[in-house]
């Protein structure tokens, strides 16, 4: 797939404070990205630099192989749909979407033309006349998402779009917007410290902490086979325990050794093990080695969360098949089940 942006050693200093450590990412045309992490990590100064709000402290922003740094918001083929959507309450739907072509002095009818297909698209046909605040928060949003389309970007930057809409909306939208990305085939980058959001929609997520990229890829990649333990605890739930690598395909934790499918490390490597909840099986306390003791059980609808207390460890486990608080179980875990990454010195 062919590139679009592409950010170069980017980074960014506010006062003294790093908020960008030397970025380097490439985005395809036509691709659905996702900027992923915690409050504070970079992902929306990323976007504001991709969309020309804030400029590099170092690095380069190349946009189709051309050097944008410089280059004003506006004289960028990009916009964006803020968080809080910024529409103009005094203006109605049609007003609100038709405002940047009539700032370019386009022709009236092909004003209209334009207005008028992009909100069927979004399925707001027949709303022109509907004032802002007589909108839902999802309907809104559809304006915020109309208004920037119909300029006919490259790329569109959304910051948090879904943020301010309840779950089951939130839900409903992940789908219209994916949706409506493949019919449009335009780039999407898209923020969220929301790891399901991230996973349902994306192509492509870039997990970032403290400034930096922790790892690039696509939505099973990034769950099955994360790179660090930072990764395997903020995507999805995980067991993270210490270990120590005895040899290629052999590491010892919870005191006991078991097979795994990693090398690579040097022998007595420290390293973190870590294990989905939904990998570990409950089995009859003699049949396994690895016993424990269930303390808590939470219904989930689809699964049972239980927390389970053996060999010095507080072990997470979910299973459509529920262990009462109080039995006494067995954990068996399968070599495929068993993540080792190198340790990770804090910054």
């Known amino acids: 797939m062919q590139g679009i942006i592409n950010l170069v050693n980017v980074s960014k200093n506010y006062n003294g404070t790093e908020a960008l450590n030397n970025i380097n990412l490439y985005i395809r045309k036509n691709e659905f990205l996702t900027l992923l992490g915690p409050s504070g990590c970079g992902k929306t ?3 504001r630099i991709i969309g020309g709000f804030e400029e590099p402290s170092s690095g380069e922003v190349l946009f189709n192989g051309v050097k944008i740094n410089d280059l004003p918001p506006y004289k960028r083929k990009v916009n964006t749909v803020f968080q809080k959507y910024a529409l103009f309450p005094h203006m109605n739907v049609y007003e609100n979407v038709a405002f940047g072509l009539k700032i370019k002095k386009m022709d009236k009818k092909v004003i209209d033309q334009k207005v008028r297909n992009i909100l069927a698209m979004v399925n707001l046909a027949g709303y022109e006349n509907r004032e802002i605040d007589s909108l839902s928060g999802g309907q809104q949003q559809r304006v915020a998402i109309a208004r920037a ?33 493949k019919r449009l085939g335009i780039t999407f980058i898209y923020v969220t410290h929301d790891q399901e959001e991230a996973l349902s929609m994306s192509d492509t997520i870039v997990v970032m902490k403290e400034g930096s990229i922790q790892q690039i890829g696509t939505p099973t990649d990034i769950y099955n086979e994360p790179k660090n333990a930072f990764v395997a605890d903020f995507i999805g739930e995980s067991n993270i325990i210490d270990g120590l690598m005895l040899r290629d395909y052999l590491v010892k934790f919870a005191g006991l050794e078991f097979e795994c499918v990693d090398r690579g490390f040097t022998p007595q490597e420290p390293v973190d093990v870590v294990i989905r909840p939904e990998d570990i099986q409950v089995v009859g306390e003699t049949d396994s080695p690895l016993r424990g003791e269930v303390t808590a059980v939470t219904f989930k609808g689809v699964h049972y969360e239980m927390i389970i207390h053996g060999n010095g460890i507080r072990w997470k486990i979910q299973s459509t098949i529920m262990a009462p608080v109080g039995a006494k179980v067995g954990l068996k875990i399968v070599p495929d089940a068993i993540h080792i990454m190198k340790k990770v010195t804090a910054k």
Do not use: F, H, S, Y
């Open 149 to 181: 389309l119909v300029n006919e970007p490259e790329v569109l930057l959304l910051d948090e779009p879904l943020g301010a809409l309840d779950l089951k909306l939130r839900q409903e939208m992940q789908i219209e917007l994916k949706n409506m990305q």
């Open 45 to 47: 100064t990323t976007l």
